[in-house]
Antibody
C-alpha cells in the first residue's frame, strides 16, 4: 500500500525559509514522478511543483518560481520542497503526491499534508 | 502559460440526474486531461485520465470526453455519495495546472 507522509510544516514569519519532506513507502519510489500540491482551506487545489523520476524534468507554478526548489533522493525514498522568501499567501496545506508514471502522468496517490502558516 | 477554466462553479441536482461539468484549456492540450473528485475531509481521487479513460475502481456512471481545448465530465446518474468538488487538470508539459473546481451538491 502506498504511504506518503509529509513533515516540516509549521508557523514561520514572512521572508523566512522552511523545508518540507515527504517519506514514501509501498512502491518503487525511483520509478515515479512526484509533486507538491497545496490547498488553502476552503479554496481549490493548486499544483506547486513536480519532479520526474530521475530529476531530469522539473516544473514550478508561476506563484513559487524562483522561491521554491523541489528535489528528491531516490535512495532515501524521499521528496523535498525548499521554500524561501515565504509570503503570507503561501499559507496552505502542502501535500506530497505520487504520479501514475515516471514523467507526464496524472496524480494517483496523495499524502495527508503538512500545514504551513506564514504570519508575523 | 495555459489556463484552465471550469463551468459551472457549482451545481445542485437531484439523485438520478445526469450532470455535466465543462473544462476548457486556453490552448490545446491534446488529451492530457485528468478529472479528480475531492470529498470533504478526504484525499482527492483520480477519476479519469487521458480525457476519457476511467481509472480502475471508479464507477461506470462517470465518463469523460473531449480533446484539444474542450472537455466534459459526465455523471450519468447522480448518487448521494457523489457530493464533492471536481477538478480538471492538464498534464501535457511540466506544468500541471488544475481548474478552479466545480462543487456538486445533491438537492
Amino acid at each position: 500500500e502506498v504511504h506518503l507522509v509529509e513533515s516540516g510544516g509549521g508557523l514561520v514569519q514572512p521572508g523566512r525559509s522552511l523545508r518540507l519532506s515527504c517519506a514514501a513507502s509501498g512502491f518503487i519510489f525511483g520509478d515515479y514522478a512526484m509533486h507538491w500540491v497545496r490547498q488553502v482551506p476552503g479554496k481549490g487545489l493548486e499544483w506547486v511543483s513536480g519532479i520526474s523520476w530521475n530529476s531530469g524534468a522539473i516544473g514550478y507554478a508561476d506563484s513559487v518560481k524562483g522561491r521554491f526548489t523541489i528535489s528528491r533522493d531516490n535512495a532515501k525514498n524521499s521528496l523535498y520542497l525548499q521554500m524561501r522568501s515565504l509570503k503570507v499567501e503561501d499559507t496552505a496545506l502542502y501535500s506530497c503526491v505520487k504520479a501514475s508514471g515516471w514523467n507526464l502522468n496524472p496524480f494517483e496517490h496523495w499524502g495527508q499534508g503538512t500545514l504551513v502558516t506564514v504570519s508575523s | 502559460d495555459i489556463q484552465m477554466t471550469q463551468s459551472p462553479s457549482s451545481l445542485s441536482a437531484s439523485v438520478g440526474d445526469r450532470v455535466t461539468i465543462t473544462c476548457r484549456a486556453s490552448q490545446a492540450i491534446s488529451e492530457y486531461l485528468a478529472w479528480y473528485q475531492h470529498k470533504p475531509g478526504k484525499l482527492p481521487k483520480l477519476l479519469i485520465y487521458a480525457a476519457s479513460i476511467l481509472q480502475s475502481g471508479v464507477p461506470s456512471r462517470f465518463s469523460g470526453s473531449g480533446s484539444g481545448t474542450d472537455f466534459t465530465l459526465t455523471i450519468s446518474s447522480l448518487q448521494p455519495e457523489d457530493v464533492a468538488t471536481y477538478y480538471c487538470q492538464k498534464y501535457n508539459n511540466a506544468l500541471f495546472t488544475f481548474g478552479p473546481g466545480t462543487k456538486v451538491d445533491v438537492k
